[in-house]
C-alpha cells in the first residue's frame, strides 16, 4: 500500500493533487465570472460544482482509512474532472471562454488527472 493512505501522519493538503486541484478551482471561478447573468444557475454552476468536486473528493479520500475507499473516492474525483473538461468545453463553445482560456483550463486540469491517476496507480501497486 502506498504512504498516501490515511495513516494519521499526512494530511490531504499535502497531497501535491488536492494542492493543484484547488489552483483548479480559483482558475474556474475567476473566469465563471465572466459567464453571462442568465447562466449563474446553470452552466456557471454546474462548473463550478463539478470543480469543486474534484478538490472535495481528493480530500475524501484522504480520509479513508482502506486503500479501496481511499481509490474509490480518487475515481469520483477523476469523474467530477471529466465533466468539469466538458463544461469548459460547453463555454468555450458557446463563446463565454476565449480559445486561450480553454486551453489553459483543459491544460491545468489535463495536468490534475495525470496527479489523481499517478495517486491511485501508488496506491495499487504493492
Do not use: C
Not at 501522519?9 to 459567464?35: C, H, I, P
Not at 486561450?100 to 491517476?117: M, P, Y
Amino acid at each position: 500500500m502506498g504512504g498516501e493512505v490515511s495513516d494519521g501522519g499526512k494530511n490531504y493538503r499535502d497531497l501535491v493533487a488536492w494542492q493543484k486541484a484547488m489552483e483548479l478551482v480559483v482558475e474556474v471561478y475567476r473566469t465563471t465570472k465572466s459567464f453571462p447573468v442568465d447562466e449563474k444557475f446553470g452552466l456557471t454552476s454546474q462548473l463550478q460544482r463539478a470543480v469543486v468536486s474534484v478538490a472535495a473528493n481528493i480530500a475524501e479520500a484522504q480520509g479513508r482509512f482502506g486503500e479501496r475507499e481511499f481509490v474509490n473516492f480518487l475515481s469520483i474525483a477523476h469523474g467530477s474532472l471529466r465533466e468539469t473538461e466538458t463544461h469548459i468545453q460547453i463555454a468555450f463553445r458557446l463563446g463565454y471562454i476565449t480559445n486561450d482560456q480553454q486551453d489553459t483550463l483543459l491544460d491545468h486540469a489535463s495536468s490534475v488527472g495525470r496527479l489523481i491517476n499517478g495517486l491511485a496507480n501508488s496506491l495499487r501497486t504493492p
